[in-house]
């Protein structure tokens, strides 16, 4: 139980750099937190910063899963005996739920960071690699449709577990449960997207939208 507790705190403190306030020092200061939804993840970062600053701060954060589930459960610690008891599968998915939980609540920022969408993307580059296209498909459907970049977010992670339920059980169950507990935790991040949904509030990106509506002052030519 060492190892494991050792390698998930390893794994929490690297999730706990935060790609948005790492990229907001290198531009000078600035903090995310303090504009738009204040939530320091992708979509706010590309809303307020732009492409490139968005882009930077979703490959640290997408890198940071990435660590978390493919390096730090095969790290050899000089003060950790490796427990041979102990599953190398499961130890896998508790480093790799660390990262995304170190996301959400950094210590080194207040326990005030992203909603885990990226992170998680980046866990299943190494715990499951073609699982990513069905996420990817499922949110570039959902923000096609609706605008909603949360809604989508939601939609992805949701469909990770039913797709994996109906086409790889019983062979991959441990990644199988890590994806419910992820999508159920991640669910739970987006509550706010949620309520300001249900009051009409949530921002929409109409200009990815397939079938959004013309304003009312436009006319055909």
Request: proline share 4%; hydrophobic share 50%.
């Amino acid at each position: 139980m060492l190892e494991l507790g050792v390698k998930f705190l390893i794994s929490y403190f690297i999730g706990s750099l935060m790609g948005a306030i790492i990229v907001g020092k290198i531009r000078g200061g600035v903090d995310i937190r303090t504009m738009g939804s204040g939530n320091a993840g992708g979509t706010n970062a590309l809303r307020t910063q732009g492409v490139l600053f968005a882009l930077a701060v979703v490959v640290i954060d997408v890198g940071k899963g990435v660590i978390g589930a493919g390096v730090v459960p095969g790290l050899e610690l000089p003060f950790v005996a490796t427990d041979p008891e102990l599953s190398r599968i499961w130890l896998t998915m508790c480093c790799a739920a660390a990262a995304v939980i170190g996301h959400v609540w950094p210590i080194y920022h207040g326990f005030q960071g992203g909603k885990g969408a990226a992170t998680f993307i980046g866990t299943l580059i190494i715990l499951g690699p073609a699982t990513i296209v069905v996420v990817l498909l499922v949110w570039a459907i959902v923000v096609a449709l609706t605008g909603y970049v949360g809604l989508a977010s939601m939609s992805a992670m949701t469909s990770l577990p039913v797709w994996l339920g109906v086409t790889r059980l019983p062979e991959d169950q441990p990644l199988f449960i890590y994806s419910i507990v992820m999508a159920g935790f991640i669910i739970y991040c987006h509550r706010s997207n949620i309520q300001r949904m249900r009051e009409g509030t949530e921002n929409r990106n109409t200009k990815v939208m397939l079938l959004r509506r013309k304003p009312a002052n436009s006319t055909d030519e």
